[in-house]
């Protein structure tokens, strides 16, 4: 059975970390290591850390560089086959989420991933992850819905000097680009609430992202998607900084509908 290492970066997240670690300590998988990351937080944080820490493997708390830093420091304290990032306020699906994952795990498969669900204020989205060849639109599922062969988080870190943003996506672009197998299981992997690193600057980050893909695929293609992609998330954040937030939401959920997107 191969050892999985969930891995949760922190930063004074009092009100978040809790529902994370009793997620991941709740996991029926049996051959599992748990990692927290803290960057030395300042509030009741390392006191809810502490009460867990019969059911923490290992525990570091000190000042880091940014989230991107400490995901690569997790993953080099990580000793398991495979790595998960499920970061304060992330949350498993199930109890049995990872059992379900890896009892379907095909040979050879270096990435594997499912969906996920977005919880905002007044609705939950929820994501179907799409296949990997579609990675040069963006990400196909969340990082807190993805599995990675440890050995290639060692080998390729997270660019976090570069790409402040999107290294995550960077990773897991280049590895579907250099032709890495990718697994989709149609299973749905976590839960979270809105409001995130790319949430929160979302034309920032589809100009990172669209920059990263073009590394490797400058056409036309490419700048016409993203250009178009990008006048849409201004629009949308025009919207959200000029309407109540439920009548945002309700025209989002309106908008996910009409596409035949799924949402609560």
Known sequence: ??????????????????????????????????????????????????????????????????????MNKGARLASGDWVIYMNAGDTFYENSTISQMFAQLQPAVQLLYGNHEVVYEHLTKIKKAVGPNQLWKGMVCSHQALFVKRDLLIQFPFEWEKWNISADFHFIFNRWYEGAPFQHVDLFVAKFAAGGLSDLGSVDSKMETWKIVKEKMDTPEVDEYYNSLIRYEKYVNLLRKTIPSFAFEKLMKLKNIMKGADVK
Not at 7 to 24: A, F, G, L, R
Not at 40 to 48: G, L, N, R, Y
Not at 58 to 68: C, N, R
């Open 1 to 70: 059975m191969v050892k999985i290492s969930v891995i949760t970066i922190s930063y004074n997240c009092e009100n978040e970390i809790e529902d994370t670690i009793q997620s991941v300590i709740q996991q029926d998988y049996p051959n599992l290591e748990y990692i927290v990351v803290d960057g030395a937080s300042k509030d009741k944080t390392p006191e809810i850390i502490e009460k867990y820490k019969e059911n923490i493997h290992v525990v570091v708390s000190e000042k880091d560089k940014g989230i991107y830093d400490a």
